[in-house]
């Protein structure tokens, strides 16, 4: 529920951002703006917030014994509001990577709290959280909550936690921008591209 809770919170934010950035017409203006923000988030957050987050994810795990749960949670944040960023300035590239680092964030920091606990059901719930989300697809949620621990015998287990959680996701806001309207620029380049061609098929 934490998971799902935190990328909620980037979900609802991202389409207030999206509006914030077009106030500029120019692409580049609104591009640059988003990367001047993940940049300093990765500052803040060093390497291990950095990129899509496989990688990461597999590192964190191995290295959670080193943090504390406010810096496991650090980490969470940060890369929500990296993801948030990036997906409201434009930027290519998928969610899901980013999606399984914020789950597995938050699923440590959980366990740091209540070690006697399963690390497993912490991780693939965390990942189940975030991804149904940030992804709004259970199947794949459960699919990647699985994967990342690589034990099957919790699946049951993680049948029953998809539910509350898909009740959670599904009366909150997904991260997409309803209604979005093109800066004036890009409007006009995409009519005249759009009128040369239908000039070029009368001719």
């Not at 994810?57 to 080193?66: C, D, I, R």
């Not at 009740?167 to 005249?192: C, F």
Request: proline share 4%.
């Amino acid at each position: 529920m934490g998971a799902a809770a935190l990328s909620l919170a980037g979900a609802w934010a991202m389409p207030y951002l999206w509006h914030a950035l077009r106030r500029f017409p120019n692409p580049i203006v609104f591009t640059t703006l988003g990367g001047i923000l993940v940049g300093i988030l990765g500052a803040v957050g060093g390497t291990m917030t950095m990129f899509k987050g496989a990688e990461q994810s597999g590192e964190l795990v191995a290295t959670a014994a080193e943090y504390s749960f406010w810096a496991l949670l650090g980490f969470a944040v940060i890369k929500v509001a990296a993801l948030t960023v990036s997906a409201a300035a434009g930027f290519r590239g998928g969610r899901i990577f980013p999606a399984v680092f914020i789950g597995t964030a938050v699923g440590l920091a959980g366990h740091s709290l209540a070690p006697e606990t399963s690390l497993a059901m912490a991780l693939a719930a965390g990942a189940v959280g975030s991804i149904l989300a940030i992804g709004r697809d259970g199947w794949l949620a459960i699919f990647m909550g699985i994967a990342l621990v690589g034990d099957v015998s919790i699946l049951p287990s993680i049948c029953v936690i998809v539910l509350p959680v898909w009740l959670l996701v599904t009366s909150a806001p997904e991260m997409l921008v309803h209604g979005a309207r093109l800066p004036r620029t890009q409007a006009t380049s995409r009519r005249s591209s759009a009128q040369g061609s239908t000039n070029l098929a009368i001719g």
